[in-house]
């Protein structure tokens, strides 16, 4: 298939940050509610790529709505410290390099299930800004990935986009957007159905030839 655009998710695909966050939300935990369990990088891997709402949900289930959402604000602040604060390298091997070379090519975005401002911090933190043309989040608007990927795609005129991913919720976000999926193998989930299969990062450039 020709393509004329490249959407790419965060977590587990572009990098890893869950030790990192699991350290952050905890601090959080810690200051307003302690009486919630810890969390784990293995306990967020199961949770990246949901809604932020759905992963208050799932982690804090004996706090109120409220609580929630109070919780949930403190750990999005404590996560954005973090990683502003981090230098450690947490970005999957050759992603930047990659995705120069597909901007080359191609128009490169970002669409994520994410809090508002967190895509802005992956860009700077991997100096990618000039690569990617425009990006969108559940954080920015409440609308699910499919609907942020179908926004994308109208609002940049594009024809032929294809998603990257690494979870079946991404390939569930693209068969509703009407959109081929390429599983990241290498990230957090599994996926049943594919247009194509990476098991590294670069390996986009090959498959979207």
Known sequence: MHFDSVILDIDGTIWNTTGIVA????KAIDKLYPQVPHVTAKILQG???KTMNVIADNLFGGLTEQEKTILMEE???QEQLALHANTTNITYSDVIDTIEKLAAKLPV?????????????VIEKNGIQKWI?????YGNNGKN???NIRLIIERNNLKSAVYVGDT???CEACKKADIP???????FGTADSYFAKIDTFAELLSVLE
């Open 47 to 49: 949770q990246f790529g």
């Open 109 to 121: 975005f970002i669409v994520s299930n994410c809090q508002k401002g967190y895509i802005e911090v």
């Open 145 to 147: 990935k499919d609907e």
């Open 23 to 26: 350290e952050a939300w905890n």
């Open 181 to 187: 999926f390429i599983w990241a193998s290498y990230g």
């Open 133 to 137: 043309k425009d990006f969108e989040c």
């Open 168 to 170: 079946q919720g991404d």
């Open 75 to 77: 750990c999005c602040n």
